[in-house]
């Protein structure tokens, strides 16, 4: 069983969409275990990663400015 998504709002919406991290990684373009690894928290995104992650899981609102939610510089 994959790990739970430390991110609230990221487990919600994977969860509404009903989609395995490898249908995210698809629809974003990146490894499964990549996205794994940002979603756990094992790896810290990218801004264009967190936005794509955001698009194809249908959020919307603006993320909290703390440690689940921090990008790296592209």
Not at 20 to 36: C, D, M, N, R
Not at 40 to 47: D, K, L, Q, R, Y
Not at 53 to 67: C, E, K, N, Y
Request: with cysteine; aromatic share 4%; charged share 15%.
């Amino acid at each position: 069983m994959a790990p739970n998504p430390q991110c609230a709002a990221l487990a919600a919406a994977k969860e509404k969409k009903g989609w395995s991290y490898g249908q995210i990684a698809q629809q974003i373009g990146k490894p499964e275990q990549h996205v794994i690894d940002i979603c756990t928290g094992a790896a810290t995104p990218t801004t264009d990663e967190f936005n794509a992650l955001a698009r194809v899981l249908g959020i919307t609102s603006a993320p909290p400015h703390d440690a689940a939610h921090v990008t790296k510089a592209t």
